[in-house]
């Protein structure tokens, strides 16, 4: 039952609800203000840890992530890193696998010593090689294949001994080159031409060539022009500065012989291959040379020989050999030609014309060369043998251990067999693509399935992801498509996507293959139209200081983690990156992390950036002539002084702990650049160009 209650009780209990709400109020209003004044016991304790307390920036706090191991230190931290001092200025020109002092204590016969013969471990220089005094600026592309600054190869004995074959010429502050050579000294564009009336070599089928024993690149500098991109060797020898000059003027080259060792390229990479009086002896040996050039033409390849013996009844008197010695010469080389069943389908006054049949069912003749043996043609480098299983134990326990015996991969006197082919009538491995469509085209090499692993989604996945990182690197570091960036390396080529992101008439990229990679891609890298090479990046590569303005090394430190150090490689690096050259390094963040420790004892600059797909990307880093740094994918930068013996920074900068590492290489105070071809007109301020000074075991620094 319910009570009605009268209308006064409830205004009585009303007005007393609210006293009590005020009351309330004003005794915690009150509370408040005595607290905030200070006098509290709490605030007393806190006040007075307060002015104990130094609040001001602490200096050594270090922002970046922490991944992996925990090797990243943090700035001021007491471990500090290992300080390498720049080498001697005997060391300039440098080239640890091709040293003249050291190719003397090796056979002659059949060039041995003028292979490659890298120095044992505790031999390796662990110092930075310094540029030559006055090193300037290179000239842009196409201005340096016709002028190099006299003071980054200050050498004049070439100028003097091809005098009459119109090589070099030294004007004022700097060569120029005006195209000649032994055999077109009327110039190489002439020359040119008369290939191109021989053999169409200026409608894209025609894209990669090779030029045995170079001179100073001229053929090459000038097959651009064409779309050709020439690949070009020479020994170091006593016309030591041929690679030199070449390189100096942006074209593809680097120290070789075709001596007793396979050359390191795959099998059927070349459309055109060249010799032009090269020297070398190609009915020797049971014409293992021939046999060579026949392994790495391509079915359809072109082989030019222009010289001795060529046209040999009007020139053996000025080649001061007998005829008769001249005669023979040439009818061995024809029969080895006709073994290897090249048909001969121009000679037209010194140039002499070979064309390799498209297939073996083209070839109708009787006598049939000795083939290889199934894995000759693509085993080009030598292993890495352990002399027993104490030595591999030894190994395990330090990795930098590096007993291990070499065994270079010879030669044969045997001819490389046409891969297998389904058409009668069809080329072996695939009809030629015209140049620039082969650039991205499926490689048959894919679409037959004859590279394990590699599927056509594969192919076309790995051409997207390097445009990406491509447009990536471009948006950070401006420089690369400017035309500052002419040589180009990169470590770890895989499917020489990046090459063709950079596809660039001012640019050429050495596409390397690691020859512990795990799988073998340099074919398809020649397919798609670029060059590349063989190379084991625990030894030096075969060129000269200062030759490349961009590195970029994909994974290169994870892949060759436990095989050698990386402090070694990334000297390396350090040796071939011109000054005010940039470095891009893509790796897991916990190693880069380890190699960011090395380089801060190189004087690296470093600066970070995020990976294209964002921070939280855990894949590599790259470093950059604008050092920024990536985390889980970042970028370095850095500049690389021109004269370390200064104690100025060697490497432009590094990138640090994440994926991708951009690393710029500075030029030094007394770098100097070319602004006008007058003789009288010293060169002023400047970066620096491909090879430096004197060579360091036999020749003095010009003062001048």
Not at 65 to 79: I, K, L, P, R
Not at 177 to 184: A, D, H, L, V
Not at 578 to 597: A, W
């Amino acid at each position: 039952m319910a009570i009605k209650r009268n209308s006064g009780q409830l205004r009585t209990r009303s007005s007393a609800s609210i006293l009590r709400v005020l009351g309330l109020c004003c005794f915690f209003y009150i509370l408040g203000a005595w607290q905030r004044s200070g006098f509290g016991k709490g605030d007393k304790i806190a006040s007075a840890i307060t002015k104990q307390t130094d609040c001001g920036v602490l200096l050594n706090l270090n922002y970046e992530t922490h991944h992996g191991d925990g090797v990243m230190m943090a700035v001021g931290s007491d471990t500090a890193a290992k300080e390498f001092p720049p080498c001697d200025e005997k060391y300039i020109d440098y080239t640890p696998c091709h040293d003249q002092m050291r190719a003397m204590a090796f056979p002659r016969d059949n060039m041995v010593y003028r292979e490659r013969h890298c120095p044992p471990q505790e031999e390796k220089l662990q110092c930075l090689i310094p540029a030559p005094r006055g090193y300037a600026t290179p000239f842009p592309w196409p201005k340096s294949r016709d002028y190099v600054p006299f003071a980054n190869v200050p050498y004049r004995s070439l100028m003097v001994e091809k005098a009459l074959q119109n090589w070099i010429r030294h004007e004022g502050n700097v060569f120029r080159f005006p195209g000649g050579g032994t055999q077109f000294p009327q110039g190489v564009s002439e020359y040119f031409n008369q290939l191109t009336s021989l053999f169409l070599t200026d409608n894209g089928m025609v894209r990669t060539a090779l030029d045995t024993g170079c001179g100073v690149g001229s053929l090459g500098a000038y097959q651009f022009e064409k779309n050709v991109i020439t690949m070009s060797f020479a020994p170091r020898d006593s016309h030591e500065e041929h690679v030199q000059f070449a390189l100096e003027r942006g074209v593809p080259a680097f120290i070789g012989v075709l001596g007793t060792i396979k050359m390191p390229f795959p099998s059927r990479a070349f459309d055109m291959i060249h010799c032009s009086r090269c020297l070398i002896p190609w009915s020797a040996n049971d014409g293992m040379y021939m046999m060579e050039v026949d392994r790495v033409l391509r079915p359809g390849g072109y082989w030019v020989l222009s010289g001795p013996p060529i046209k040999r009844r009007m020139h053996y008197q000025a080649w001061k050999r007998p005829r008769e010695e001249i005669e023979e010469e040439q009818k061995k080389i024809e029969k080895i030609a006709e073994l290897l069943c090249w048909e001969k389908e121009h000679e037209m006054g010194d140039i002499s014309v070979w064309r390799k049949r498209k297939n073996y069912e083209t070839c109708r003749q009787q006598d049939k060369p000795t083939l290889c043996e199934s894995g000759y043609a693509e085993d080009v480098w030598y292993k890495n043998a352990f002399p027993n299983n104490e030595l591999q134990c030894m190994l395990l326990k330090n990795p930098w251990i590096v007993f291990m015996k070499h065994r270079y991969k010879k030669m044969e006197a045997c001819a490389t067999p046409y891969p297998e082919q389904t058409e009668l009538e069809g080329v072996a491995d695939g009809e030629w693509k015209p140049y620039p469509d082969r650039i991205n085209a499926i490689p048959f090499g894919i679409s037959s399935g004859s590279v394990p692993g590699v599927s056509v989604d594969m192919y076309q996945e790995d051409v997207r992801i390097w445009e990406k990182h491509v447009k990536s690197y471009k948006s950070i570091n401006n420089i690369i498509d400017s035309g500052r960036f002419r040589n180009i390396i990169d470590m770890n080529a895989g499917l020489g996507s990046f090459a063709a992101a950079l596809e660039s008439p001012k640019l050429w990229v050495m596409n390397v293959m690691p020859t512990v990679a795990e799988k073998d891609t340099l074919g398809i890298i020649y397919e798609r139209g670029f060059i590349g090479i063989y190379h084991d990046w625990c030894e030096a590569f075969s060129t000269y200081p200062r030759t490349y303005d961009l590195i970029h090394a994909n994974g290169i430190f994870s892949l060759y983690m436990n095989k050698c150090k990386a402090e070694d490689i990334l000297l390396e690096m350090d040796r071939i990156l011109r000054p005010e050259g940039s470095v891009i390094i893509r790796d897991q963040v916990n190693v880069l992390n380890k190699v960011k420790k090395i380089v801060g004892g190189m004087r690296w600059n470093i600066r970070m950036v995020d990976h294209e797909n964002g921070p939280l990307v855990s894949e590599k880093s790259y470093k950059t002539w604008i050092s920024r740094v990536t985390r889980h994918s970042f970028i370095m930068e850095g500049d690389k002084r021109k004269n370390p013996s200064i104690g100025e920074s060697s490497f432009s900068s590094y990138v640090s702990t994440v994926e991708d590492i951009s690393v710029h290489k500075l030029a030094e105070p007394t770098i100097h650049t070319p602004t006008q071809l007058d003789q009288n007109k010293i060169i002023e301020e400047g970066e620096i160009n491909v090879f430096g000074a004197e060579t360091y075991f036999n020749k003095k620094l010009d003062d001048d």
